[in-house]
Nanobody
C-alpha cells in the first residue's frame, strides 16, 4: 500500500501563489494532483510520468499550475500561481499503479493522500 502525504496548503489572497508537496512511501508511479471543491466532483488538475518526461495539465489551470517531481526525494510538487477564488478546494495527491501516461482521469489512480485545504480569498 503506497502512502501519500500532502503538505503546503493554506489561505492565500487571489493572485498569490502556493506550492504543494506530496511525499510518497514508494517510487516508480505516475503521479497526479487532484482537487475537490464542495459540491463538485473530484478532478485531476495535473499529472506527471515516473521519469518526469511528460506531464499533462487540465485546461482549468493551464498556464497557472505546474507539476514537477524529485525522484530522489520521492516527492511531487504543484506550483500554483495567480490563484483564483475558484481554485479553493481540498487538493489530493494520487498515484497510478498501472498507467504510464499522465492521465487526467481520476479512475486511473489507485492510491490517494488525505488531502490539504487550499483557500483563496478575494
Amino acid at each position: 500500500q503506497v502512502q501519500l502525504v500532502e503538505s503546503g496548503g493554506g489561505l492565500v489572497q487571489a493572485g498569490g501563489s502556493l506550492r504543494l508537496s506530496c511525499a510518497a512511501s514508494e517510487r516508480g508511479f505516475t503521479m497526479a494532483w487532484a482537487r475537490q471543491a464542495p459540491g463538485k466532483e473530484r478532478e485531476i488538475v495535473a499529472a506527471i510520468t515516473r521519469a518526469a518526461t511528460n506531464s499533462n495539465t487540465a485546461d482549468s489551470v493551464k498556464g497557472r499550475f505546474t507539476i514537477s517531481r524529485d525522484n530522489a526525494k520521492n516527492t511531487i510538487y504543484l506550483q500554483m500561481d495567480n490563484l483564483k477564488p475558484e481554485d479553493t478546494a481540498v487538493y489530493y495527491c494520487a498515484a497510478s499503479a498501472g498507467y504510464s501516461e499522465p492521465s487526467l482521469y481520476s479512475w486511473t489512480y489507485h492510491y490517494w493522500g488525505q488531502g490539504t485545504q487550499v483557500t483563496v480569498s478575494t
